[in-house]
């Protein structure tokens, strides 16, 4: 699976825009970019997932550069409850029965 | 969404005793579960993964005899702490995903302590 790069954490203010950035230079052509969070004490909780478009639901959009080397993920208005380890993935999907190599992740903190 | 259901939420039991964790997964058939554990303050470190019917793959340095895991169904997987000692007292926390692309779903984790 390629690495990725995350800062160790981000702080931001309640009803902005939270761009956390991921940085996964060696990502091969069949690789997706996943996004989970861990909000403390609960388990992770799947937010978005691209190849190479854009992506957009309800939780957050995701930004994926032209070259696929990085991508954002983009909370368009942070809430106290958006205080969370956001985590970037890059795997094949069905490689190795999808399984999820964790990595430090962003802690965000966003702040009233 | 989807959803998993993991039960207990906590539990906490007696040096020696083998303690059951269930993850369910509630609205979709998870072809494939992942049983994790977390340290305070690291993050999630894989454990094992099953397909349904067959046995569970182990990550290098888990114990197979120690956490034994059952897939017998699409819908649950259940992991087992054989004779548990205070060292496997953590925060365990499956998953589930479905066919192809899908992404895997969490449940809210079970927090093991072993006096």
């Known amino acids: 699976d390629a690495k990725t790069t995350q800062p160790p954490s981000m702080d931001c203010a309640e009803g902005r825009a939270a761009n956390l950035p991921c940085n996964h230079s060696t990502i091969s052509g069949n690789e997706y970019v996943y996004w989970y969070r861990q909000i403390h004490s609960q388990g992770p909780q799947y937010i978005i997932h691209g190849l190479k478009n854009n992506e957009t639901n309800e939780m957050a959009s995701l930004i994926i550069t032209e070259d696929r080397k990085s991508s954002t993920l983009i909370l368009p208005h942070a809430t106290l409850r958006d205080t969370a380890v956001y985590y970037c993935i890059v795997r094949v999907p069905t490689d190795s029965w999808g399984k999820l190599q964790f990595g430090a992740g962003t802690q965000v903190v966003v702040t009233p | 969404g989807a959803v998993v259901s993991q039960h207990p939420s906590w539990v906490i039991c007696k040096s020696g005793t083998s303690v059951k964790i269930e993850c369910r997964s509630l609205?979709?058939?998870?072809?494939?579960m992942f049983w994790y554990r977390q340290f305070p303050k690291q993050s999630l470190m894989l454990m094992a993964t099953s397909n349904e019917g067959s046995k569970a793959t182990y990550e290098q340095g888990v114990e197979k005899d120690k956490f034994l895991i059952n897939h017998a169904s699409l819908t649950l997987s259940t992991l087992t702490v054989t004779s548990a000692h205070p060292e496997d007292s953590s925060f365990y926390i499956c998953?589930?995903?479905?066919?192809?692309?899908?992404?895997?779903?969490f449940g809210d984790g079970t927090r093991l302590s072993i006096l």
């Open positions: 609205d979709f058939q998870a072809t494939t």
């Open positions: 998953s589930a995903r479905g066919k192809g692309i899908q992404p895997q779903h």
